[in-house]
């Protein structure tokens, strides 16, 4: 077999040159070059087999020809873990799994792989940890290893080699950032090193039905390293976040081919690894001895899951000459224009105060579904009058005073009233048409009607 000639590829217009230069002559962008690997043959392309199975190549098929089986799924025994990837690993799928170290990216995926390897074949790549160091972490979290095969290695054509002779039905890569080809000239971890290694062990992955597993290490904004073709080659692309200081773990589906994104896992960090968190509305829940002011409870959605959360507000009297806006887990900028509607349609001007928004646990909230969560919580803050202790508030807020409805209105109705609230001020369209049992409906189609409810409480 003749040896992978290196060349050098512009990411910008595609061109290829035999050499590095500074500046593409074909573009004449500057820095655009980098290496990789030019495809052996003229008419075989050796990415070609990364679909096989699924389709004929080179033939038309109609859609309503082919058959629509349901695609068949290995669950990790953690069933939060099973929820985000869309109920469970899938033959051939390529997941990536990305976040701050210490997160706990590698205990997580060795107490999958210790669950998954009593029942099949198992292999754990580790290119950051000695074998004594992962030894030793499973017998501190009190694992079963004995069936799960470790291969400390970096070499992408060592690490090919050993999957294609024990044919594991999955494997974790930890980390792509530390794996080579010896095709490459460049450090591993490089642009062109991510690309071709990810690239290699997707094509072995569909090829042998293998679920490969790859930790991608994150840059300091938050974002997976490395270059962005990484998360189009992979099927799923999951996100661990949460705060180095807490116990809590919150995984995130951002892509997935096989599943719904979105979707939300929580965890809670003990001395015997990761452990699922059964209620996690508990989690974004203070819990005060007496009713205080700015505070409302919420309900936002995490893919299919209802999220109760608690929106803390504080007003407080502004001392220099430009009042002070600070969001924390929601929208800056959309905290400003909901005070502007708020001094409009309500006339309740806050241009003198200093305004403070929290979601309580550290949870981000990106939907608009909080807006008169947020409202009521600065009122109730700003007049000094605590809200009703079982009042649950949503509802999107739009310029011209309106409530909007929202998606999931049901559901979220249904997870307040299982956690024991009794009264729910909501968007007069998400209003259902049968009563919920324990709790009481009251619909709103302006943002005025909403504040007179907490008048006549």
Request: proline letters at 4%; aromatic letters at 4%.
């Amino acid at each position: 077999m003749a040896k992978a000639k290196t060349i050098y590829t512009c990411t910008e217009c595609g061109a290829s040159e035999p050499k590095w230069q500074g500046q593409c002559p074909s573009c004449m962008a500057w820095n655009s070059l980098v290496e990789s690997v030019e495809e052996i043959g003229t008419s075989t392309n050796r990415y070609a087999n990364k679909f096989e199975g699924l389709a004929t190549t080179g033939q038309l098929q109609k859609i309503s020809s082919i058959k629509a089986a349901d695609i068949a799924r290995q669950p990790t025994g953690i069933s939060e873990f099973d929820r985000v990837l869309g109920g469970g690993l899938v033959e051939g799928g390529v997941i990536l799994i990305g976040g701050d170290p210490g997160i706990g990216k590698s205990t997580l995926l060795l107490q999958v792989l210790c669950y998954l390897g009593k029942v099949s074949p198992a292999i754990y790549v580790s290119g950051e940890e000695s074998p004594q160091q992962i030894a030793m972490r499973a017998k501190r979290l009190g694992l079963d290893a004995s069936e799960v095969q470790l291969l400390a290695e970096i070499n992408l054509e060592k690490i090919l080699a050993t999957l294609q002779t024990h044919k594991p039905n999955i494997a974790v890569i930890d980390s792509i950032q530390t794996v080579y080809s010896e095709a490459l000239q460049s450090a591993p971890g490089s642009v062109a090193q991510v690309r071709e290694c990810s690239a290699q062990l997707t094509r072995l992955a569909k090829q042998l039905g293998i679920t490969v597993i790859l930790v991608g290490h994150v840059t300091k904004e938050g974002s997976l390293a490395g270059p962005r073709v990484l998360e189009h080659i992979v099927d799923t692309v999951l996100y661990f976040e949460g705060d180095q200081n807490s116990s809590f773990r919150l995984i995130r589906a951002f892509k997935n081919r096989f599943g719904a994104v979105n979707e939300l896992g929580v965890f809670a960090m003990t001395e015997h690894g990761l452990r699922e968190v059964t209620n996690p509305s508990a989690l974004f829940l203070s819990h005060h001895e007496n009713q205080v002011a700015g505070s409302c409870i919420t309900v936002t959605m995490e893919g299919t899951r209802p999220l109760l959360i608690e929106i803390q507000a504080l007003v407080d009297e502004s001392h220099a000459p430009n009042a002070k806006r600070l969001a924390t887990g929601l929208e800056q900028n959309r905290l400003a224009m909901l005070l502007a509607v708020l001094n409009r349609h309500a006339g309740i001007p806050c241009f003198d105060q200093d305004v403070f928004i929290n979601a309580v646990g550290g949870v981000k909230i990106s939907e608009p579904a909080v807006d008169l969560a947020v409202l009521l919580s600065i009122v109730s803050s700003l007049k000094s009058k605590p809200l009703e202790s079982k009042l649950v508030v949503f509802g999107e807020v739009g310029l011209a005073g309106e409530v909007r409805p929202v998606q999931g209105g049901l559901v979220r109705l249904k997870e307040a009233a299982k956690l024991g609230f009794t009264k729910a001020i909501i968007p007069k369209t998400n209003a259902p048409k049968q009563r919920i049992e324990g709790i009481e409906v009251i619909g709103v189609e302006r943002l005025e009607q909403a504040l007179q409810q907490l008048r006549n409480a």
